[in-house]
């Protein structure tokens, strides 16, 4: 029998960990929020591009922003370029550690209590809950007690795979980096594509304004980021003259993969469930939604003392009610991207200039919802779809 200090333990103090730790302690449950290192949000992995969706779902203030985008620009390897965007802003680029930081001061304001510098290392089950095991940075271990253990320990959980839920689904490799580049547009993102430049994903620039950028580069067939970095630097002289950077950081994105995300008294949320754009890589929105519908079901289960896989899988379902017919289309059109060659990247270039389909893709574009968008278009343009079609045709039906 367990013997319980925690009503919740929350490995993991990014975005998903601290919503989940705020919410559940909101509904006065004793809970511990826990993150390995000992500045909260750092080392940074993230680009920091969100929808202003994004900061509403986390109620966090636009003080966080530090760049609007009014567009992006995509390049083909042959230098072949398609200019999206009508000037709206649709997208900001926020301070990620300001982020991570409101929210675990969020968390702590709603009662979570929070241990820096302290991780999960194991769990196992006991009766009555789950037995954690907890390490310093000078290496003492000691375990706690707990009904519900909450995996936010990202692409890499300890939680996950403690408990053998890892999932098996894609994993990109990414190198992300900051620094100056001059002549870059202010408020304009650059997206480059290419099986020979970044295969099976892409790079991108996005602006901080006074001429700094956020670079980053990922591939999703094993090749090493630092080599797809020196094919965008060979592909795109001119573009890259003068880049001069701060800091790199590396990344894993775990791409969205139907999988098991909960367990008799365990949750995982955000990138520790997968909860990423298969498209893009985004996480930070789709993980704060999985965050705050975790803390909503978690709630209910503990006050009702039933902690079981049953009762929690109203988390996974309304997760899926919420965005799960976008990721599956996301993941539709994942399979036709990584099925692209150099030269189709050229020819799907040509038909997104078409002025109609350009004006519908700027009217709707949202980075958050890349599959509506798409499916809209296909409706509009059949020649998108015969483009498309023979990808296509392992996909069973467009959703
Ligand atoms: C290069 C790159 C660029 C990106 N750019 C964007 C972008 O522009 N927009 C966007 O939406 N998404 C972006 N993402 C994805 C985004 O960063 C993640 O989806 C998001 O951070 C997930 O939040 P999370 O809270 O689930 O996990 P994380 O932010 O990874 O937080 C997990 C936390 O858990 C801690 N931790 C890990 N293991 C343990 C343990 N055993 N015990 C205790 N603590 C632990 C970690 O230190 C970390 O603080 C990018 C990712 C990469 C790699």
Redesign the pocket.
């Known amino acids: 029998m367990v013997e319980v200090q925690y009503d919740a333990v929350v ?7 601290s919503t989940v730790a705020g919410g559940l302690a909101q509904g006065g449950f004793r809970v511990l929020l ?4 000992r500045d909260v949000g750092r080392p940074l ?6 929808t202003p969706r994004t900061l509403e779902e986390a109620g966090v203030a636009e003080e966080i922003v530090l760049n609007r985008v009014r567009g992006a620009d995509i390049f083909a390897p042959s230098g072949r370029s398609l200019s999206l965007g009508d000037g709206d802003s649709r997208a900001l680029v926020i301070d990620r550690v300001a982020l991570d930081r409101a929210l675990v001061a969020r968390a702590q304001e709603r009662g979570a209590e929070l241990e820096m510098g ?4 194991a769990a196992e089950r006991a009766v009555g809950g789950l037995r954690v095991t907890l390490q310093d940075r000078s290496q003492r271990q000691w375990t706690v007690g707990t009904r519900l253990l909450v995996g ?5 959980s ?1 939680v996950a795979r403690a408990l053998g839920m890892a999932g098996a689904g894609e994993r990109i490799c ?3 980096g900051e620094g100056v580049l001059p002549g870059v547009e202010e408020d304009r993102v650059r997206v480059y594509v290419g099986k020979s430049l970044a295969p099976g994903w892409f790079a991108w620039t ?1 602006p901080l304004g006074g001429g700094r950028v956020r670079l ?1 580069v990922g591939s999703g067939n094993g090749l090493k980021p630092i080599e797809c970095l020196r094919r965008l630097f060979a592909t795109h002289p001119e573009q890259f003259r003068g880049w001069k950077a701060s800091f790199w ?1 590396g ?3 775990p791409l969205w993969s139907q999988r098991r995300i909960v367990q008799d008294n365990v949750m995982l ?4 469930a997968g909860q ?1 754009k298969p498209t893009s ?5 789709p ?1 704060l939604v999985g965050a705050r519908l975790a803390a909503q079901v978690g709630r209910e289960a503990l006050a009702r003392d039933e902690v079981t896989e049953d009762s929690l899988s109203a988390y996974p379902r309304a997760w899926q009610q919420e965005l799960g017919q976008e990721f599956r289309r996301g993941s539709d059109l994942r399979r036709v991207y990584v099925s692209l060659e150099d030269r189709d990247f050229d020819r799907l270039l040509g038909i997104f200039g078409h002025s109609a389909l350009l004006r519908a893709a700027n009217r709707y574009g949202d980075i958050d919802f890349p599959g509506r968008l798409f499916h809209r278009l296909v409706r509009l343009a059949p020649a998108l779809w015969w483009f498309v079609r023979g990808p296509l045709r392992y996909v069973p039906l467009w959703r």
Request: glycine residues 30%; hydrophobic residues 40%; proline residues 2%.
């Open positions: 490995a993991g103090a990014g975005p998903a960990g826990l993150e390995e290192h992995h993230c680009s920091g591009l969100v302290v991780k999960v290392v936010a320990d990202g692409a890499h300890r990414g190198l992300g996005i980053g950081t990344g894993t994105i949320v955000g990138d520790a990423v890589g985004g996480g930070i929105y993980g």
